[in-house]
């Protein structure tokens, strides 16, 4: 790092830069709002990364980069953070680390066309992920696919019954229809990123109604990457000129969604709501930008090569490379979380195996333990949790931070016996032999689920 700029400088780069920074330090303050981080245990994530992100926000200095780094690092090792966006916000943290470093007269090259291509590089591993850990047998069946899910959720939950039954709900088409639309948003972006910006920003309303308050307003960081100076430009003339319009339109869609669905959300979380209706206005905005534009102001190709393509974005392609090979860690048996894989029914366990496109033999370990029998002593645990135990799967770090608690409650001896691997195993008194199997380095990073039943299919696994 040069001494001259130094950590808290800041550095000189193109407005671009600036742009991106102090949007990536709004969408980590919007994440740390989310329900896990008001936790006390959260608090050193959030000094970290609000930290960071405050940096950013004010002088876009290497600092906030590091911070913010650490922070989501902090809240993915220790603290369970299975989110997608947390992982995607390290990595970018990462890049623009990587951006800053090194000589400084390359400098502006890395923080300018480096870190953008970095950043959508990142961003479109993220939806191709998404779409292809969704080619499955169990997202296509519609009496058990998370598409399906959502829009019952919808109708459920909501005000929406005389608009739509529920057989109109658990139409095959669903979730053919949304893979498809999520398996072309890379495709839009790498070609025609304004176009593709627009269908993201409307793609994204339903699932933050329905599932993810904070995801879309992450992504927004990385769709800003795609955007050139004839997108930015359009945009700042909407909002001169077209202010009132996005308002109406925006704030009536905002109305409308708070009218028909979830009617009792805004006493629930009304920062949700509040979320919500901010990504109302953002759609209508690009929306209306991509229809009064000049022609080619927001449907022009995406602009990849640089003045120096070498020192500006040999980077980029390695990050998003890791990127894509941790995101396929679950057909490996190696991972789950963080990949892009919630809301997607993938099942990676030994006999529920359903990708359509890896297949199983690619797996490397079976990560989930079967509990077949455990002998709570009368009194020390409900009958029908200890049926609960035996019904669901179970990751060895979550089987042994169940045994601590378990433990803490049950004096006497504690017998179980299930499966691993496919072999048996039993224990005469797991608070004293503890399990038979080695467990993780990292004991509060969440690798894989928790939720999963030993039977298949299983509805919208997540």
């Given at each position: ?10 550095p ?8 991106y ?14 329900p896990d981080?008001?936790a006390?245990?959260?608090l050193?994530?959030v ?16 600092l906030g ?22 992982a ?18 390359e ?9 953008r291509?970095a ?18 047998r ?8 998370c ?12 005000q929406?019954?005389p ?11 669903w979730p053919?229809?949304f ?5 072309s948003?890379?495709i ?40 050139g100076?004839?997108?930015?430009e359009a945009l ?6 077209h202010p009132?319009l ?6 009536a869609?905002?109305?409308l969604?708070?009218a028909?669905?979830?009617?009792g ?10 979320k919500e209706?901010?990504?109302w ?7 209306v930008?991509?229809a009064?534009?000049?022609?080619r ?13 070498l020192?500006?974005?040999r ?10 090979l941790?995101g396929?860690?679950?057909?490996l ?9 919630m809301?997607?029914?993938?099942r990676?366990d ?6 359509l496109?890896f297949?199983?033999a690619?797996?490397l ?6 509990v077949?029998?455990i ?9 029908a ?13 979550a089987?042994?931070r169940?045994?601590?608690?378990w433990?803490?409650?049950?004096p006497?001896?504690l017998a ?11 224990v ?6 503890g399990?038979p199997?080695?467990?993780?380095w990292?004991?509060?990073?969440r690798?894989?689920q ?10 919208c696994?997540?």
């Open positions: 790092m040069s001494r001259r700029i130094g950590w808290l400088g800041r000189e780069a193109d407005p671009s830069y600036f742009l920074a102090r949007a990536y330090g709004v969408a980590t303050l919007l994440r740390l709002t989310l981080a008001t006390t245990s959260w050193p994530v000094a970290l990364q609000g930290s960071g992100a405050i940096l950013l926000l004010w002088r876009g200095a290497a980069w590091g911070l913010a780094a650490l922070g989501a690092a902090t809240g993915i090792l220790a603290l369970q953070d299975q989110l997608t966006q947390s995607y916000l390290f990595g970018c943290a990462v890049a623009a680390l990587f951006a800053h470093a090194g000589s400084e007269a400098r502006p090259a890395r923080l300018g066309p480096g870190l291509h950043i959508r590089g990142l961003t479109l591993v993220v939806y191709l992920l998404a779409g292809l850990h969704k080619l499955n169990d997202f296509f069946d519609p009496s058990v696919s598409a399906t899910a959502g829009l019952a959720a919808l109708v459920g939950e909501g929406a019954t608009l739509w039954s529920e057989a109109w709900v658990a139409q095959r088409a053919i229809a893979v498809a639309l999520e398996l948003l890379p839009w972006l790498a070609l025609r990123p304004g176009l593709g910006v627009v269908l993201l920003a409307l793609f994204h309303l339903p699932l933050t109604i329905i599932f993810a308050p904070g995801f879309a307003f992450t992504m927004l960081t990385g769709w800003l990457a795609f955007l100076e004839p997108e930015l700042r003339r909407t909002a001169r000129r009132v996005v308002l109406a339109i925006g704030g869609g905002a109305a969604s708070r028909l669905f979830f009617p959300r805004w006493g629930r979380d009304p920062d949700w709501v509040i209706a901010i990504l206005l953002i759609a209508t905005w690009l929306v930008t991509a009064t534009s000049r022609p102001a927001f449907t022009g190709r995406a602009v990849w090569r640089s003045s120096r393509p020192a500006s974005t980077f980029a392609w390695a990050a998003a490379a890791l990127f894509l941790h396929l860690t679950p057909y048996g190696l991972g789950f979380h963080r990949t892009g894989a809301l997607s029914n993938l990676i030994r006999g529920c195996h359903n990708s496109l297949p199983e690619l797996r370990a079976d990560p989930y333990v079967v077949d029998r002998d709570f002593a009368p009194g020390r645990a409900d009958p949790y200890a049926a609960t135990v035996t019904e669901r799967l179970w990751s060895i770090a089987l042994e169940a045994r601590e608690h433990c803490k409650k049950h006497e001896p179980m016996e299930g499966r691993h691997e496919g072999r048996a195993f039993a005469a008194d797991l608070c004293k032999e399990l199997f080695a467990t993780p990292f004991a509060g990073m690798r894989f928790v939720n999963l039943t030993r039977h298949c299919p299983q509805r696994v997540h």
